[in-house]
């Protein structure tokens, strides 16, 4: 018999207690590296849904790498899925995501001290890194490609940084942080285009190398210039 879901009960949001109910059944050993998951149309007959949140759920654990998605086959549970990969921690962040004010307030400082901290300790190769990938972008992020593909362009940059760091915890934290904000980000390139994300990585440099006499201030505005039509 394949993997079967019961029907959602609760009040919370929809897509978060399916993220959360495979969760629990990854923990407690029902489903299994490998496994394949029911279709879309047979989740949403399972669970009593609509298509939507069960869409929504399913990019969020394919961003963390939980499922993959095979054309041609189904929607299956990662084979290489680790420890990490089950985080509290990180499926707590996922499931607070909804909550878009408290996730820019709470990147708005996380980026802070990340700014701070490379002004501190990172060497000028850390920083040539750095500006290899922003030119890289200049190249790349092109109109014509999808909003999605731009999306994956733009967090190799914010990668870059977390990199700098030599922090693992920054590391795991900030990569989480970056993936649940993907939908937010596709958004933003949506509805503004390249130009303010080049000019928001451009801010970043600038911060990084001590450009900005105080390093944050523009960071700090270009986020929420950008996040805050997403925050209503």
Request: with cysteine; charged share 25%.
């Amino acid at each position: 018999m394949g993997v079967s879901f019961e029907i959602l009960t609760s009040k919370d949001k929809i897509s978060n207690q399916i993220v959360s109910l495979i969760k629990n059944r990854l923990i407690d050993g029902s489903i299994k590296p490998g496994d394949k998951l029911p279709t879309e149309v047979e989740l949403v007959e399972q669970m009593g849904v609509s298509r939507t949140p069960v869409r929504e759920a399913m990019k969020i654990l394919e961003a963390i790498g939980i499922i993959e998605i095979r054309r041609g086959e189904g929607m299956f549970i990662s084979e290489d899925l680790s420890k990490s990969n089950l985080n509290p921690l990180i499926f707590s962040l996922i499931l607070h995501s909804n909550n878009i004010s408290k996730l820019v307030e709470f990147r708005l400082y996380f980026e802070e001290m990340i700014i701070q901290l490379i002004r501190t300790n990172c060497t000028e190769d850390d920083l040539q890194k750095i500006r290899q990938v922003y030119q890289s972008q200049q190249e790349r992020m092109r109109a014509d490609l999808s909003t999605e593909k731009l999306a994956e362009i733009d967090l190799e940059f914010h990668y870059a940084v977390l990199g700098a760091t030599k922090n693992p915890f920054i590391i795991e934290v900030g990569k989480t942080i970056y993936e649940i904000s993907k939908p937010q980000i596709t958004k933003i390139l949506e509805q503004f285009g390249v130009e303010k994300t080049l000019l928001t990585h451009k801010a970043y440099l600038d911060a990084l190398t001590g450009k900005q006499p105080i390093p944050y201030t523009i960071v700090k505005e270009r986020i929420r210039e950008n996040w805050s039509p997403l925050e209503n």
